[in-house]
């Protein structure tokens, strides 16, 4: 299973980025994807997240900025991201929970893609 990212980049504050993650691989299900990210010096913390149920939940400082959504048809998470703040900067994973093609349960992340928000 493979998790590719992409959209991340440079923007200012009060812009707007949308961050996807392509998901390849071959699994028996999917319980769940979310995102992460990482600031320089912090923890890596949840930012979003999406069940197979289509139940989402989102860190305090997000709601109602980020939408967490998916295309089940193309295997995508996407992670829209609006009215940016300067500490939104971080390196954003993609998360994905699922069960494997040995029916094993297993989390695989992605490369991850920089978000700068900055004048």
């Known amino acids: 299973v493979q998790l590719a990212e992409s959209g991340g980049g440079l923007v200012q504050p009060g812009e707007s980025v949308r961050l996807s993650c392509a998901r390849s691989g071959s699994i028996f299900s999917v319980y769940g994807m979310g995102w992460y990210r990482q600031a320089p010096g912090k923890q890596r913390e949840l930012v979003a997240a999406?069940?197979?149920?289509?139940?989402?939940e989102y860190t305090d400082s997000v709601k109602g900025r980020f939408t967490i959504s998916r295309d089940s048809a193309k295997n995508t998470v996407y992670l829209q991201m609006n009215s940016l703040k300067p500490e939104d900067t971080a390196v954003y994973y993609c998360n994905a929970d699922v069960r494997d093609s040995d029916y094993e349960r297993r989390t695989y992340w992605g490369q991850g893609t920089r978000v700068t928000v900055s004048t």
């Open positions: 999406i069940t197979s149920g289509g139940n989402t």
